[in-house]
């Protein structure tokens, strides 16, 4: 069974920053990715970033390299998004996902196969 469970959304001002938590359950002999996606209302599902499970290998799409970073915590079962300088076109709802094989990218949101309930970030201009 795979449980993934986002937190730590919230509302903050363009520039600011967040930290998205998912807490996941996942067997991952079975699984080699976990990742990060978005949706915003009236667009269609987006990638935000990528990661081989306790690799270092990761992806970013365009619209959030150099400000977001993907974060594991083997240790814990955690699955980090760091978001700096955010701004108003950030606003989505972000949904942690995992992927039972590599490569990891989040191009195409059809190839993940598990998805979180999601949380909502909103950025204010």
């Known amino acids: 069974q795979v449980r993934l469970v986002e937190s730590g959304g919230g509302s903050v001002q363009a520039g600011g920053s967040l930290r998205l938590t998912c807490a996941h359950a996942?067997?991952?002999?079975?699984?080699?990715?976990l990742g990060w996606f978005r949706q915003a209302p009236g667009k269609e599902r987006e990638g935000v970033a990528g990661a081989y499970i306790g690799g270092r290998s990761t992806n970013y799409g365009d619209s959030v390299k150099g400000r977001f970073t993907i974060i594991q915590d083997d240790t814990k079962n955690l699955l980090y998004l760091q978001m700096n300088s955010l701004k108003p076109e950030d606003t989505a709802r972000y949904y942690c996902?995992?992927?039972?094989?590599?490569?990891?990218?989040?191009?195409?949101?059809?190839?993940?196969?598990?998805w979180g309930q999601g949380t909502q970030v909103t950025v204010s201009s």
């Open positions: 996902a995992a992927r039972t094989l590599w490569p990891c990218t989040v191009g195409t949101p059809s190839h993940w196969n598990y």
């Open positions: 996942i067997d991952t002999q079975r699984m080699d990715c």
